[in-house]
């Protein structure tokens, strides 16, 4: 393994009128061969424009950006073309061109002056289009592809593109979630099996820490930390960027979860390891009852409680007697409501000691 990009003291931003526009300061990390790295932050804490400086879009307003040992500063536009490969969200700006047409861009440093396409380079395209999933597009214009399928296509000119380093700003934003896994393990296989650098933002957060070798977090008030999301995971770092209210961080798992406010305890019983019982819990919760066991809730109210026997059937009780018996878990959950609002009301007209209206 070896380093292929490294910041040293890199700060990125704009220059505007009156002097300069920091965005991030201070950045100091490496990207290494053969690794996938993920670059995630809150929108607006400056991961495209990051992108944009690595990939020498946009020069640094402090510091240096070294590829493969040199300053990027020296290198001319075609030798670069050559080391990093780029893609960027916007590509609204390629028309009337075959998606393998566009594909066959990425072969421009290799094709010289005429850009003449030789046997090997149109493998190397027809290859692209079938490891991105898009090889019957290839006479399609580009135009009139999906915002995912022109995602896929550019992603397909990068990797056509041979380069050691490939940068990738958003490339899962339009693709449908199995398409986004499968991006995304394509682009770990390709930084294994080649031994490339492949440098990623993304917003999928959750995708990035279970495929990414390295992670990178970036936020305007703490600034870079990188690492393993493993090690990011132990330390805290990633509940420090990211965990809000509502959203809690499982350490072990390396995974978000949603909280969800409960109005009320409900009793359910049921064999707990099973995923009838799971489920059914799961969306209880989400509907404002915490569900609690026998043992759990001696001082809950038992009028209304739910059995999940584990044969496929999901029964309401009140008080002590069976009254509903569904097979759908929304069938339950459309029942349940009114009857707990039922007993709540009925509990509060006992207590200010009121008759019952109808």
Not at 28 to 49: H, R
Not at 150 to 177: C, F, G, N, S
Not at 304 to 309: A, L, M, S, Y
């Amino acid at each position: 393994m070896s380093i292929s990009i490294e910041l040293k003291n890199l700060s990125t931003g704009y220059k505007v009128k009156g002097g300069d526009k920091v965005i991030a300061s201070r950045l100091n990390a490496t990207l290494n061969s053969g690794e996938m790295t993920c670059l995630l932050g809150p929108n607006g804490a400056g991961k495209s424009t990051l992108l944009r400086t690595l990939a020498a879009f946009q020069p640094a307003l402090g510091g240096t950006v070294e590829v493969m040992g040199q300053d990027i500063r020296k290198y001319k536009s075609q030798d670069l073309a050559r080391l990093v490969s780029v893609v960027l969200t916007d590509n609204s700006g390629i028309k009337n061109m075959t998606a393998e047409e566009v594909v066959a861009m990425g072969r421009s440093p290799y094709t010289g002056f005429w850009g003449k396409l030789k046997d090997k380079d149109k493998q190397m395209v027809d290859k692209c289009l079938g490891w991105v999933g898009i090889k019957e597009l290839k006479s399609r214009k580009i135009q009139t592809l999906s915002d995912g399928e022109r995602q896929k296509v550019m992603i397909a000119k990068a990797i056509a593109q041979e380069t050691p380093v490939i940068l990738l700003d958003e490339p899962t934003a339009y693709l449908d979630y199995p398409s986004k896994i499968q991006m995304m393990l394509l682009l770990h296989r390709l930084a294994k099996a080649l031994k490339k650098t492949v440098f990623m933002s993304t917003h999928d957060l959750e995708h990035a820490l279970q495929v990414a070798d390295q992670v990178w977090l970036l936020d305007h008030d703490l600034g870079l930390t990188t690492g393993l999301s493993e090690d990011l995971s132990i330390d805290g770092s990633i509940e420090r960027y990211f965990a809000k209210e509502g959203l809690t961080f499982n350490r072990e798992l390396c995974s978000f979860s949603i909280e969800h406010e409960t109005a009320r305890d409900l009793l359910v019983e049921g064999r707990e390891d099973t995923l009838d019982y799971h489920l059914c819990c799961k969306a209880l919760t989400r509907n404002g009852m915490r569900p609690v066991t026998q043992r759990e809730g001696i001082l809950v109210n038992a009028d209304v409680k739910v059995r999940i026997p584990g044969d496929g059937t999901y029964r309401l009780l009140e008080k002590g007697k069976e009254t509903i018996k569904v097979e759908k878990i929304g069938h339950l959950i459309h029942m349940i409501v009114p009857t707990i609002t039922k007993y709540q009301i009925s509990a509060i007209r006992e207590a200010a000691d009121m008759n019952q209206y109808e």
